[in-house]
C-alpha cells in the first residue's frame, strides 16, 4: 500500500501538533501547579470550583459587612458610655442640690455644671460620621436626632426629630444585622435639665422649697430612666458585636474549607504530569526524527 507524500506530510504535521499542543497544556498546568486551565479541561469541577468561588466572594462580603457593622457599634457604643457617665456626674451633682443644708448661691454655682453637661448631652447625640450621617437618629441620616427650640417655654425645647427604624446589614445567607441605634426618649432629660437649671439659677432659691425639690427629684427620676435606656443600648451593642464574632469566625471556616476544596480539586498531580510530559517530549522527538528518516526515502534508491 502506497501512501501518498502530501498525506503522509499531513499526518505527521497532524501528530507533531498535537503532541506540541499537549506539551504547552503541561507546561502551563506546571507552572500554575492547577491541572484546570480552562472549563474544557474538566467540564465537571470547573462547574464545582465556580460555585465554591461564587460562595467564597459572597462570604468576603458578608465578613467585609460584618466589620464595618462591627466599627460602627463599637462608635456609637463609646458615644454610649460617654453619655451614661456623663449622667452619672449629672445625678450626683442633683443630689446634692436636694440637700436642704445648700444655700441659694451653692445652686446657683451648680447651674454651671449643668449647662455644661446638659449641652454635652445634646452634642453627643447629635454626633455625626465621617460622611456626615448622624449617627442616633434611626433611618433619617441627614436629621440631626434632638432640635432645640428657643421660642419653646422652659421644659419643652428639645425634641427628638429622628425615627426609630432600623438599618439593616446582611452578615450571612438569610442573615441581618441591625446596624443603627437612636436615641428617643433623651429628649425628655434634656427639658427636665433646662427646667432644672431655670429654677436653680433664679435668686435666693432655697432646696427646702417644695417647688423645687419637686423639680430637682422629678429630674433624678430622669437621670435614671435615661440611663436605663442608654445603659440598656450598650448591654445590647456589646451582645451583638459578640454575636457578629461567632458569625465572622463560622464564616473564617466556610471559607477556610472552600478554598482547600478548590485547591483539591484543581490541583494538579506534578509527578504524573511530569511523567506524561516526558512522554510527549519523547514521542516528539521521535516524530521529529522518524519524519526527517523517511523524508531522505526514495522509491529509486538503491536496495
Avoid: C
Wanted: charged share 20%; net charge negative.
Amino acid at each position: 500500500m502506497r501512501i501518498a507524500t502530501a498525506q503522509y506530510q499531513a499526518m505527521m504535521n497532524a501528530s507533531l501538533a498535537k503532541n506540541q499542543t499537549r506539551i504547552t497544556e503541561l507546561t502551563e498546568q506546571m507552572a500554575t501547579g492547577n491541572r484546570i486551565q480552562v472549563p474544557s479541561d474538566d467540564p465537571v469541577d470547573s462547574v464545582r470550583i465556580s460555585r465554591l468561588r461564587r460562595e467564597e466572594a459572597a462570604i468576603d462580603q458578608y465578613r467585609a459587612n460584618i466589620s464595618a457593622v462591627k466599627q460602627r457599634m463599637t462608635k456609637n457604643e463609646g458615644y454610649l458610655t460617654n453619655m451614661v457617665n456623663d449622667m452619672n456626674s449629672g445625678r450626683d451633682l442633683l443630689v446634692w442640690a436636694a440637700d436642704g443644708s445648700n444655700a441659694p448661691d451653692d445652686l446657683n454655682a451648680m447651674v454651671t455644671s449643668l449647662n455644661a453637661l446638659r449641652d454635652s448631652l445634646m452634642y453627643t447625640a447629635n454626633s455625626v460620621d465621617q460622611e456626615g450621617r448622624t449617627i442616633f437618629s434611626g433611618t433619617v441620616t441627614n436629621t440631626r436626632p434632638i432640635a432645640y427650640d428657643a421660642s419653646a417655654p422652659i421644659g419643652s425645647r428639645y425634641s427628638y426629630t429622628g425615627n426609630t427604624n432600623d438599618q439593616t446589614v446582611v452578615v450571612g445567607n438569610g442573615i441581618t444585622q441591625v446596624a443603627n441605634q437612636n436615641v428617643k426618649g433623651l429628649e425628655k432629660l434634656l427639658n427636665q435639665l433646662d427646667q432644672t437649671i431655670a429654677t436653680l439659677s433664679a435668686p435666693g432659691v432655697s432646696p427646702n422649697d417644695p417647688a423645687v425639690r419637686t423639680v430637682i427629684s422629678n429630674n433624678l427620676d430622669g437621670f435614671d430612666d435615661a440611663m436605663e435606656l442608654l445603659s440598656g443600648k450598650v448591654a445590647v451593642l456589646g451582645g451583638q458585636q459578640n454575636i457578629l464574632n461567632t458569625i465572622d469566625a463560622n464564616h473564617e471556616n466556610v471559607s477556610l474549607s472552600n478554598k482547600m476544596a478548590i485547591t483539591n480539586i484543581g490541583q494538579l498531580d506534578v509527578g504524573a504530569a511530569a511523567i506524561e510530559l516526558n512522554g510527549y517530549s519523547t514521542a516528539l522527538q521521535a516524530s521529529y526524527k522518524a519524519y526527517s528518516k523517511i523524508g531522505t526515502l526514495s522509491l529509486f534508491a538503491a536496495l
